[in-house]
């Protein structure tokens, strides 16, 4: 009989953690526009802002692993998910926010458009051509494909975000059916192994066709869902070897800094844009993996003096979302202020406005249309 696994906050603050890092990652990327910092940290700064389409990687690979968590904690287990279920409450925490974004992209694109350097970097840049392609590729979650097909029709950076919400999705369409499929572990392992060597392989076969655009390499489907099929190789691990962890704590904390060791060097590393491109987001995927199953089972990371960092990344999604529409309205403020102190208020601010995004809205839209499924569910079956 396999251990529960459990926590005594029903999370893992060590997830959150890991979040924050990425998403902070991410935000840093985005943040340009201001004096670049001392000569001492410019190199440091510019290896985070190049760098930072590695913290999508890490968010993949967390994905995989909630998700997975998710499904094996239902009825039926890992290989007999209730797909009606799962599909619904995907559906109930993706779609809201989601439409407000593109409610409020509409406004500030079109309603109230500006003549401006943080207007064009944000909403709409002099090459984007907003066409039925474009529209579609959002709402049917293929637009990391518009970004491969079109790379020089790319609108600024508040759209831009959505590929890997469309990278998610399609892993996630399939992949419950698939666990059914497969129905047992070494099934499980086997696939998840493939989908890890196909990433590689297409990001080979990307680099060695000397393609002279970075977007087909990581964001087409099959050169990001490696990273997710980490994450879901991880809970596996994690929920396997959970009990043997617990008792070698040693062990743990050994798989933990492994993954610093390689997660570190990785990301602070010179981008070279083909070789990076092809092992770069692998790396990082299996730093983020021994990092997690280690950290899962270190208390250290559980400490309430811990837990203040992890507010971003409990509220990652909307700061992955948001976190530019912040920084359009932010800017002429923030422009005052040193580069690290400016990006600082940015992120405080961003996290506080993610925070009541997620309570006053998401949740509440999330539960309603779960409750309504279930009510249509009971109607059904009377």
Not at 276 to 294: C, E, K, Q, T, V
Request: aromatic fraction near 22%; hydrophobic fraction near 50%.
């Amino acid at each position: 009989m396999r251990k529960e696994i459990s926590s005594p906050h029903g999370k893992f603050q060590i997830i959150d953690l890991a979040r924050s890092f990425s998403i902070l990652a991410v935000m840093a990327g985005h943040f340009h526009g201001f004096p670049p910092p001392a000569v001492s940290f410019q190199t440091l700064w510019l290896r985070v802002q190049e760098n930072n389409t590695y913290g999508v990687c890490v968010f993949f690979v967390i994905s995989g692993f909630l998700i997975t968590q998710l499904i094996d904690r239902r009825v039926g287990g890992l290989f007999h998910p209730q797909f009606t279920e799962f599909y619904v409450r995907r559906a109930a925490r993706i779609f809201p926010l989601l439409s407000l974004v593109i409610f409020l992209g509409l406004v500030f694109t079109f309603v109230f458009p500006e003549h401006s350097m943080k207007y064009l970097f944000c909403f709409k840049t002099t090459e984007m051509s907003f066409n039925s392609l474009f529209w579609i590729s959002i709402l049917a979650f293929c637009y990391n494909w518009f970004q491969v097909f079109f790379p020089d029709n790319n609108p600024g950076i508040y759209w831009g975000v959505l590929w890997s919400l469309s990278v998610e999705e399609q892993f996630y369409v399939f992949y419950p059916p698939l666990l059914k499929k497969l129905r047992n572990e070494s099934r499980f392992c086997f696939w998840m192994i493939g989908v890890i060597f196909l990433g590689l392989f297409w990001r080979l076969g990307v680099f060695l066709w000397g393609v002279p655009y970075g977007a087909i390499s990581v964001k087409a489907s099959f050169g990001a869902f490696d990273q997710i099929a980490f994450g879901c190789l991880l809970y596996l691990t994690f929920r396997d070897l959970g009990g043997t962890l617990e008792r070698h704590k040693k062990a743990s904390i050994l798989l933990c800094l492994a993954g610093i060791g390689i997660l570190i060097p990785t990301y602070l590393g010179t981008v070279d844009r083909g070789i990076d491109l092809i092992y770069g987001p692998f790396f990082i995927a299996l730093g983020a993996f021994f990092f997690l199953l280690g950290g899962l089972h270190w208390p250290f990371w559980e400490s309430k003096f811990l837990t203040p960092f992890s507010l971003p990344g409990r509220y990652s999604y909307g700061l992955y979302l948001l976190h530019m529409l912040v920084f359009y309205l932010l800017f002429p403020w923030l422009i005052h202020f040193n580069v690290f102190l400016a990006f600082g208020l940015f992120a405080l601010i961003a996290t506080l406005f993610a925070g009541l995004s997620y309570h006053l809205f998401e949740l509440p839209a999330n539960f309603r249309i779960r409750e309504f499924f279930r009510l249509k569910a009971v109607e059904k079956n009377n």
